[in-house]
């Protein structure tokens, strides 16, 4: 029976790999059959994912999307088995809660490097037929992109602005036979948000009790967030492209 959820036979490159919504989805993939091109900057980390994985055959590439790196090596790497890709998701990203005076430059950039510029260049080489035979791309946005809270100026704009350039990229790349949409999470329990709001979950942090007013469903778990990924992956959503995908947990409703 035909099932639009098995990943059996692609090859599906993740970004973010060694934690959060990176780390569950790679797993989540290899359970589904698929095999996983993953990137992350940690390599004991990036080790700890692949040791809960299923499968063989997954790669893993150590390298630091902040440095808004041409990636053509790693893409050689990921195919030179013969096997191209069939999916990309953009999980790398960098949150941080900061006001206007302490921002610069080099803080600027160093978020726009990693949640937006790697984007564009993973885009831009998963589009090459040396890579791709089409497939789908998946951007993790947040819903900071159309509702930003307090101090979110940086991030809040490098979510907006890939949000933006897939209404942009999907008539481009359609041709191509390939699919690009983002996912917009609320607040999601992942050791990124745990930092940036020095968040400890015991019920007395106000951006907690904030979120479990204004987020319907409370906070999402990776799990959650990776479900949807491997929907937007997958060739249930073949009609799907150009869309940002709330998965936010009704955040903004209540």
């Given at each position: 029976?035909?099932?639009?959820?098995?990943?059996?036979?692609?090859?599906?490159?993740?970004?973010g790999?060694?934690?959060?919504i990176?780390?569950?989805?790679?797993?989540?993939?290899?359970?589904?059959?698929?095999?996983?091109?993953?990137?992350?900057r940690?390599?004991?980390?990036?080790?700890?994912?692949?040791?809960?994985?299923?499968?063989?055959?997954?790669?893993?590439?150590?390298?630091?999307?902040?440095?808004?790196?041409?990636?053509?090596?790693?893409?050689?790497?990921?195919?030179?088995?013969?096997?191209?890709?069939?999916?990309?998701?953009?999980?790398?990203?960098?949150?941080?809660?900061?006001?206007?005076?302490?921002?610069?430059?080099?803080?600027?950039?160093?978020?726009?490097?990693?949640?937006?510029?790697?984007?564009?260049?993973?885009?831009?080489?998963?589009?090459?037929?040396?890579?791709s035979?089409?497939?789908?791309?998946?951007?993790?946005?947040?819903?900071?992109?159309?509702?930003?809270?307090?101090?979110?100026?940086?991030?809040?704009?490098?979510?907006?602005?890939?949000?933006?350039?897939?209404?942009?990229?999907?008539?481009?790349?359609?041709?191509?036979?390939i699919?690009?949409?983002?996912?917009?999470?609320?607040?999601?329990?992942?050791?990124?948000?745990?930092?940036?709001?020095?968040?400890?979950?015991?019920?007395?942090?106000?951006?907690?009790?904030?979120?479990?007013?204004?987020?319907?469903?409370?906070?999402?778990?990776?799990?959650?967030?990776?479900?949807?990924?491997?929907?937007?992956?997958?060739?249930a959503?073949?009609?799907?492209?150009?869309?940002?995908?709330?998965?936010?947990g009704?955040?903004?409703?209540?």
């Open positions: 029976m035909y099932n639009p959820f098995d990943f059996t036979e692609k090859k599906i490159l993740v970004t790999a060694s934690s959060g990176g780390q569950t989805l790679s797993i989540a993939l290899s359970k589904q059959g698929a095999t996983v091109a993953m990137i992350a940690n390599e004991d980390k990036i080790n700890d994912t692949l040791s809960q994985m299923q499968g063989n055959n997954h790669i893993k590439i150590c390298v630091d999307l902040s440095q808004n790196k041409d990636l053509t090596e790693e893409f050689k790497t990921i195919v030179s088995d013969g096997k191209k890709l069939d999916g990309l998701v953009h999980c790398a990203g960098i949150s941080s809660v900061e006001s206007i005076q302490m921002l610069s430059s080099k803080r600027i950039d160093a978020q726009m490097h990693v949640n937006y510029y790697a984007f564009l260049e993973l885009v831009r080489l998963f589009s090459k037929k040396k890579y035979n089409g497939g789908s791309i998946v951007g993790i946005s947040s819903i900071a992109a159309v509702s930003p809270g307090k101090c979110q100026t940086i991030y809040s704009a490098t979510k907006a602005a890939m949000n933006a350039s897939i209404e942009s990229l999907a008539p481009e790349l359609a041709p191509k036979n699919r690009i949409n983002t996912i917009m999470p609320g607040f999601v329990k992942t050791p990124m948000f745990d930092s940036a709001f020095n968040i400890d979950y015991t019920g007395s942090n106000d951006i907690v009790n904030e979120t479990l007013e204004h987020q319907l469903l409370g906070a999402s778990s990776p799990y959650e967030i990776a479900n949807a990924c491997m929907f937007l992956l997958s060739d959503s073949s009609c799907i492209t150009g869309r940002a995908l709330h998965a936010d009704g955040s903004g409703l209540g």
